[in-house]
T-cell receptor, first 110, second 114 residues
Framework: KQEVTQIPAALSVPEGENLVLNCSFT??????LQWFRQDPGKGLTSLLL?????REQTSGRLNASLDKSSGRSTLYIAASQPGDSATYLC?????????FGSGTKLNVKP | DTAVSQTPKYLVTQMGNDKSIKCEQN?????MYWYKQDSKKFLKIMFS???????INETVPNRFSPKSPDKAHLNLHINSLELGDSAVYFC?????????????FGDGTRLSIL
C-alpha cells in the first residue's frame, strides 16, 4: 500500500528566503505526483503535476522535482512571500486515485 | 462562479443523527469524489463516481452512502453518526477518472459530532 510522508510538518521562514519542501513515497510504481496548496478553511488548489516520465515542472517561483526510483519529490519555492503561507500537500497518483501526505504548514514572516 | 460548491460549510450535530452533505460542480466534469481529512490532516479518498457510476468505494462503513443523481452532483448521506466521523469532508471533481487530470476541490464541510 502506498504511503506518503512529508517532512517537515511545519516550517517558518523570513520573507525572501528560498525553501524546499520534501515528499517521500513507498511505492515507486506511480502515474504522477501532484503538489497542492491548502489555505485555512479552503479546499486544495493544484500547483504542479509531474508525470512519472518527467523529472521536474516549473510554474513561476515554484519548481517541483521527481525522483521516482528513490521515491522522493521536492517543491522549491523561490523568494518566499507572506502570501505563500499555507499548507502544502503532495499526492501520489496510482491509476485512478491519489494518496496524500499530511502536508507541510508553511509560515512566511514579513 | 464557484466551480465546486459544498453545503453546508459547517455541520454540528449529535451522535446517532443522520445528516447529508451536498456537492455540485459546474465544470462539466465526468468524475466526482468524496475525501475525508482527519485531525492529522491526512486526506483519504472515500468514493469516486464517473458519470453517476460508482468507481471507488474505499472500505468506508455502510453508514456512508453516496448518491449521484446526475454527473454534476454527488451527495453524501451519513447514518447514525459517530464521534469518529468528526472531520472535514471535501468534494472534488475532474474531467475523467484518470489521475492525469487535475482535481478541483470544494472548500470542505467541517462536521463536528457532539
Amino acid at each position: 500500500k502506498q504511503e506518503v510522508t512529508q517532512i517537515p510538518a511545519a516550517l517558518s521562514v523570513p520573507e525572501g528566503e528560498n525553501l524546499v519542501l520534501n515528499c517521500s513515497f513507498t511505492d515507486s510504481a506511480i502515474y504522477n505526483l501532484q503538489w497542492f496548496r491548502q489555505d485555512p478553511g479552503k479546499g486544495l488548489t493544484s500547483l504542479l503535476l509531474i508525470q512519472s516520465s518527467q523529472r521536474e515542472q516549473t510554474s513561476g517561483r515554484l519548481n517541483a522535482s521527481l525522483d521516482k526510483s528513490s521515491g522522493r519529490s521536492t517543491l522549491y519555492i523561490a523568494a518566499s512571500q507572506p502570501g505563500d503561507s499555507a499548507t502544502y500537500l503532495c499526492a501520489v497518483g496510482n491509476f485512478n486515485k491519489f494518496y496524500f501526505g499530511s502536508g507541510t504548514k508553511l509560515n512566511v514572516k514579513p | 462562479d464557484t466551480a465546486v460548491s459544498q453545503t453546508p460549510k459547517y455541520l454540528v450535530t449529535q451522535m446517532g443523527n443522520d445528516k447529508s452533505i451536498k456537492c455540485e460542480q459546474n465544470l462539466g466534469h465526468d468524475t466526482m469524489y468524496w475525501y475525508k481529512q482527519d485531525s492529522k490532516k491526512f486526506l483519504k479518498i472515500m468514493f469516486s463516481y464517473n458519470n453517476k457510476e460508482l468507481i471507488i468505494n474505499e472500505t468506508v462503513p455502510n453508514r456512508f452512502s453516496p448518491k449521484s443523481p446526475d454527473k454534476a452532483h454527488l451527495n453524501l448521506h451519513i447514518n447514525s453518526l459517530e464521534l469518529g466521523d468528526s472531520a472535514v469532508y471535501f468534494c472534488a471533481s475532474s474531467q475523467d477518472i484518470s489521475v492525469n487530470q487535475p482535481q478541483h476541490f470544494g472548500d470542505g464541510t467541517r462536521l463536528s459530532i457532539l
